[in-house]
């Protein structure tokens, strides 16, 4: 079921660049998760977005939910070695079912 | 705090063997999965369960069992271990239908010579 596609599948760049990853699809979704994997560590839930449009901020991290509920997008303003992981979506709508897409891998260098 | 714990983090098993991965959650959560992430694939979803001796297909089920007996424990059986079968598994859980948050434990990486 990957119908989710994230981009880009992998990221390297240096202390204090911005950045944005993407979550895409063409489902429609009642809410949406985004989740970061550091290494050797399971997944941690950063943030639940939910209405469509919606903005969530986390510190240094901005979370849009695009207006149609079919994508989603996460913003690092100033990156710190910190942010190196793993970044993962996931969709509500499969009723108990949680599936993630493949992933963006983020580097970011000191 | 929440705890989810999968019982070995590395695991060194032989082609044909029968294995068992285990995962408890002291959380009292419904929904329990089992994931295996390989290289640039992401999670992706082997079998999950509901409820007590409930359990659905993921998408990649061929090759794995489930056993669901008590609420609070989870386990991935491969009923004989191939090479393929090489992989980090993570174990994760949740309550509730979906969008609820998710707990995972630390992933046992297992290895088929």
């Known amino acids: 079921t990957q119908l989710l596609e994230q981009s880009p599948q992998f990221l390297s760049i240096q202390e204090g660049e911005n950045l944005t990853v993407y979550c895409n699809s063409s489902?429609?979704?009642?809410?949406l998760q985004w989740y970061r994997q550091e290494p050797g560590e399971g997944p941690v839930l950063l943030v639940t977005?939910?209405?469509?449009?919606e903005v969530k901020k986390l510190k240094r991290l901005t979370f849009q939910f695009g207006d149609a509920r079919k994508d989603s997008s996460l913003h690092i303003t100033a990156a710190q070695p910190g942010d190196t992981g793993l970044y993962l979506c996931?969709?509500?709508?499969?009723?108990?079912?949680?599936?993630f897409g493949a992933g963006t891998i983020l580097r970011v260098k000191s | 705090d929440v705890k989810v714990t999968q019982s070995s983090r590395y695991l060194v098993k032989r082609t044909g063997e029968k294995v068992f991965l285990e995962c408890v959650q002291d959380?009292?959560?419904?929904?329990m999965f089992w994931y295996r992430q390989d290289p640039g694939l992401g999670l992706r979803l082997i079998y999950f369960?509901?409820?007590?001796?409930m359990k659905e297909k993921g998408d990649i089920p061929e090759g794995y069992s489930v056993s669901r007996e008590k609420k609070e424990r989870f386990s991935l059986i491969l009923e004989s271990a191939s090479t393929n079968q090489t992989s980090m598994y993570l174990c994760?859980?949740?309550w509730g239908r979906g969008g609820t948050e998710a707990f995972f434990g630390q992933g046992t990486r297992l290895t088929v010579v």
């Open positions: 994760a859980s949740s």
């Open positions: 959380m009292d959560h419904e929904n």
């Open positions: 369960s509901y409820d007590v001796k």
């Open positions: 489902s429609v979704f009642s809410s």
């Open positions: 977005v939910v209405t469509g449009g």
């Open positions: 996931a969709p509500a709508g499969y009723g108990n079912k949680l599936v």
